[in-house]
């Protein structure tokens, strides 16, 4: 009799394992599905946001200027004409909302502030900080005439013996705060804007406390980076398309 007690215990105690067994199965079957219609909408989304980005785009000016919103006060960057590549690059992942969120995870003081990589969104993935970005690199664009100087805006990229060609980061930038101790990397690295209002911004960001891999001990966050109202494109005179009235 006991032994067959035992077997229906053992028997209860195997079906309840089975049951907890199946709900967490089910469980993480729905979140997975959860986070694959999430990551659906965010990716449509982005896509929307980019193929506006691409309309913005075509109507701007040579030399736009944009405004590098952080917590710290706005940063005021004019992209240079002479670097295409950059310049669209840059417009294009600003445009459409990519660098919202990130941080100046790499801070030097008396050198530069360096941000822009899509991983510092992710706390649990501090250790890879300053290795995320798009899944593309863009072609070295140097110009003699674009120096490191200060609020000088660079990309930056790995270094020579994993990238010959020099090519830069799909998304991780770079602003000069000391232009003794940058000019070194001219003709190294594309310097593809400037700093036209708020290098006193950049100082104050370059003096915020760091840890030994340089990274801010309280965040330095990118809040938005959008066009300057001087870069705006005028809005279409709405009368101007308008058919004329019959007589």
Not at 82 to 96: D, I, M, Q, V
Not at 209 to 219: G, S, V
Request: hydrophobic residues 40%; charged residues 25%; contains cysteine.
């Amino acid at each position: 009799m006991k032994y067959i007690i035992r077997i229906l215990l053992c028997s209860v105690a195997a079906l309840a394992v089975v049951c907890c067994g199946g709900r967490k199965a089910r469980k993480e079957a729905a979140a997975a599905a959860e986070k694959a219609r999430l990551d659906s909408i965010a990716q449509a989304e982005m896509i929307l946001k980019q193929k506006q980005a691409e309309i913005t785009m075509a109507a701007l000016e040579d030399e736009p200027v944009f405004d590098i919103v952080t917590n710290l006060g706005t940063i005021k960057v004019r992209l240079y004409s002479k670097t295409p590549k950059h310049r669209a690059n840059f417009e294009k992942l600003a445009l459409s909302g990519y660098y919202d969120g990130l941080l100046f995870h790499r801070v030097i003081n008396g050198f530069m502030i360096q941000g822009g990589d899509p991983f510092t969104k992710d706390t649990s993935m501090v250790a890879r900080y300053g290795q995320g970005g798009p899944d593309y690199t863009v072609p070295a664009e140097f110009v003699p005439e674009y120096r490191h100087k200060k609020g000088a805006l660079a990309a930056a990229r790995r270094g020579d013996a994993a990238n010959p060609m020099r090519e830069s980061s799909g998304s991780q930038f770079y602003l000069v705060q000391d232009e003794r101790a940058c000019a070194q990397l001219d003709g190294q690295y594309t310097v593809y804007g400037e700093t036209v209002e708020g290098l006193d911004v950049i100082d104050k960001i370059a003096r915020v406390a760091t840890d030994r891999r340089d990274m801010p001990f309280n965040p330095v966050r990118i809040l938005r980076i959008e066009l300057d109202e001087v870069s705006k494109p005028a809005p279409a005179d709405s009368t101007a398309a308008a058919p004329a009235p019959e007589k």
